[in-house]
């Protein structure tokens, strides 16, 4: 098995987090499984729009 490298060993950190993040959101909230991932989705669309206009990317395929 490979040694995994730095940028995949971040990734599952951040994941881990955003997965702690968003249950202590719901348990605290009580928002349902859909409002969370209506959220997230919404987040992935922002950085989407920034990651475009800070370098020039066409996601069009």
Excluded: N
Aim: with cysteine; net charge negative.
């Amino acid at each position: 098995m490979a040694k995994p490298d730095q940028k995949t060993i971040l990734l599952e950190q951040a994941y881990d987090e955003i997965k702690v993040i968003c249950t202590k959101f719901q348990d605290e909230s009580g928002a349902t499984d859909m409002e969370v991932k209506t959220l997230l989705r919404e987040l992935a669309r922002v950085w989407e729009k920034d990651i475009d206009e800070d370098y020039d990317i066409d996601w069009e395929v």
